[in-house]
């Protein structure tokens, strides 16, 4: 049984930061990308950031510069540091992992930026 398991989440003020991490465990087939997505209320779920096996990187426009995904392949963790938060980053965030078998989610995180 394959879990991701996120934590990192909160309030916090607009212009702070947050870390948020992302913990694989199980048996899990070959990873390829390891995403960060986010859903805010009355939105889509849409993609912030990932990070293929390779290591390249993509955002989303409205966090470039202030987002940066990272990833630890011994561990199959992916962390999302979150700077220069803004009231609009506020959602659910959902770690996502694509495999060679099956794709998996995390159960989602709150983020909420907010004065």
């Known amino acids: 049984q394959v879990q991701l398991v996120e934590s990192g989440g909160g309030l916090v003020q607009p212009g702070g930061s947050l870390r948020l991490s992302c913990a694989a465990s199980g048996s899990i087939f070959t990873i390829y990308v390891m995403n960060w997505y986010r859903q805010a209320p009355g939105k889509q779920r849409e993609l912030v950031a990932l990070i293929r096996s390779g290591g390249s990187t993509n955002y989303a426009d409205s966090v470039k510069g202030r987002f940066t995904i990272s990833r630890d392949a011994a561990k199959n963790t992916v962390n999302l540091q979150m700077n220069s938060l803004k009231p609009e980053d506020t959602a659910v965030y959902y770690c996502?992992?694509?495999?060679?078998?099956?794709?998996?989610w995390g159960q989602g995180i709150q983020v909420t930026v907010s004065s």
């Open positions: 996502n992992i694509r495999t060679s078998g099956p794709d998996y």
